[in-house]
């Protein structure tokens, strides 16, 4: 990896338990950063987001959401059993059928 190009990593929610700590005692967002080792937007960021919503845990998304439920799974994977030919295209219409 070139020098120039930095490596994102989480704060673990310890850490961001603490610099909160340091900062609900009046400390300075930079002196924080500076104990931490990272860059003081980081730990701004932190702070905004613990004043407004009273936590600083990250919500964890995987991105996109999911198109079927678990129940929509296994109903796929029946089909799929059954009738070994069909095509997706066809598995999805069936689906949609019996589900609506």
Do not use: C
Not at 16 to 26: A, P, S, T, V
Not at 42 to 53: C, D, N, P
């Amino acid at each position: 990896m070139a020098n120039n190009q930095s490596v994102r990593r989480h704060l673990d929610a310890f850490t961001r338990g603490r610099m909160i700590g340091k900062l609900e005692e009046g400390r300075s967002v930079t002196s924080v950063a500076a104990e931490f080792g990272i860059a003081h937007s980081i730990v701004s960021r932190l702070w905004r987001q613990f004043q407004t919503t009273g936590t600083a845990i990250r919500g964890f998304s995987s991105g996109r959401p999911r198109g079927t439920t678990p129940a929509d799974d296994k109903y796929i994977v029946l089909q799929a059993r059954r009738n070994r030919r069909q095509t997706a295209g066809e598995i999805a219409r069936r689906m949609t059928q019996a589900t609506g």
